[in-house]
């Protein structure tokens, strides 16, 4: 036996977290990337925009419900600690959460603003009042949200890390980890909304931008990995025994078939197959709908199976390495 006290509540926050994280640099990325003054890909930085404050917002939901006296969850901005993660990670997720729907805001037309204010009673005066034009500010509130999207990225994988008695955490790595999948679950979000947006439809430089850009961030985490399990084969007993949870133990399965192969090798290999001709031989850039959405589609399962498996195993390698139940 063994016992959980994060569960799959845990789990879905912090992917949310950082699918908002990927979102938002993508989006920022996007917007900042110029052809004669102006945005290559404003359609991608407008849906990132749009996309971007949801998840983070929706987790952190969640997380609160998680809490059990969920109406107290104010009592964590009472104070703030530099030593603890949890009183850093409220106002990270607080603030970025805010800047985020500043930047969605900033993306409304005029239209989209007329729309959303006329929900709202005439009389509430001061609120109608908010219904001005930011867009000037688009640049800005993305440079200010950009360390914040990768402050939030990485925080989810420190929160796991910063619990010492927890051998399948306790390294540096699984913060770097999680940052990348973060990035790369974004752009592999805002590829999948902007395919199956058929009223819009995605343009070949617009779907070679987000490939790209997820082809990278799928490498930089496979990067990640290989030193991780170097680093757990040559780090203490304890490291090694928690280890054992994917090298033979109850995770290692769904750790090398779902997410290795699946979440990360199938769809980097789909992804290289499709800018290998633009690239190397100078061709068209086509892209092909459904590769984009398969691969995108598993981008999102190993970003969540990533989570899952370091929620759960890594909770599991307190309790054996303790009793000494991995050999």
């Known amino acids: 036996m063994h016992e959980t006290n994060w569960g799959l509540l845990i789990v879905v926050y912090l992917f949310l977290g950082?699918?908002?994280?990927?979102?938002?640099?993508?989006?920022?990325l996007a917007n900042y990337l110029k052809v004669d003054d102006k945005p290559a890909?404003?359609?991608v930085a407008r849906m990132g925009a749009l996309l971007a404050p949801w998840p983070v917002a929706i987790g952190s939901g969640l997380l609160i419900l998680d809490l059990g006296n969920w109406y107290r969850f104010y009592k964590l901005f009472m104070h703030f600690r530099w030593e603890s993660p949890m009183s850093i990670g409220s106002w990270l997720l607080t603030i970025f959460t805010v800047v985020a729907f500043l930047y969605l805001y900033s993306w409304l037309s005029e239209d989209e603003r007329k729309w959303i204010f006329g929900k709202?009673?005439?009389?509430?005066?001061?609120?109608?009042?908010?219904?001005?034009?930011?867009?000037?500010?688009?640049?800005?509130?993305?440079?200010?949200?950009f360390p914040f999207s990768i402050g939030v990225g990485i925080y989810t994988g420190v929160l796991l890390g910063a619990v010492s008695?927890?051998?399948?955490?306790?390294t540096n790595l699984v913060a770097q980890m999680f940052l990348f999948s973060a990035l790369s679950s974004g752009a592999a979000a805002l590829l999948l909304a902007m395919v199956l947006d058929?009223?819009?439809?995605i343009e070949k430089h617009e779907t070679k931008f987000l490939v790209t850009l997820d082809v990278v961030f799928i490498s930089l985490e496979l990067f990640i990995i290989?030193?991780?399990?170097?680093?757990?084969?040559?780090?203490?007993?304890?490291?090694?025994e928690a280890l054992n949870l994917i090298l033979g133990g109850p995770f290692t399965f769904i750790f090398w078939g779902p997410f290795l192969i699946l979440g990360l090798l199938v769809p980097l290999g789909i992804e290289v197959y499709e800018l290998f001709p633009a690239i190397f031989k100078g061709r068209e850039f086509h892209g092909?709908?459904?590769?984009?959405?398969?691969?995108?589609?598993l981008v999102l399962m190993g970003g969540f199976l990533l989570r899952?498996?370091?929620?759960?195993?890594?909770?599991?390698?307190?309790?054996?390495?303790?009793m000494g139940l991995l050999q």
């Open 288 to 297: 092909n709908r459904n590769l984009a959405l398969t691969a995108a589609g």
């Open 308 to 322: 899952y498996i370091f929620v759960y195993a890594g909770q599991m390698s307190s309790f054996h390495s303790k």
């Open 226 to 240: 290989l030193p991780y399990l170097i680093h757990g084969e040559l780090s203490t007993q304890a490291v090694k």
């Open 165 to 170: 008695s927890r051998p399948f955490w306790n």
């Open 41 to 43: 890909y404003a359609r």
């Open 198 to 201: 058929k009223k819009n439809p």
């Open 18 to 28: 950082g699918l908002s994280a990927g979102l938002f640099f993508a989006s920022g």
């Open 120 to 145: 709202i009673p005439a009389s509430w005066k001061q609120v109608h009042r908010l219904n001005v034009d930011i867009s000037g500010w688009r640049e800005t509130l993305g440079m200010i949200g």
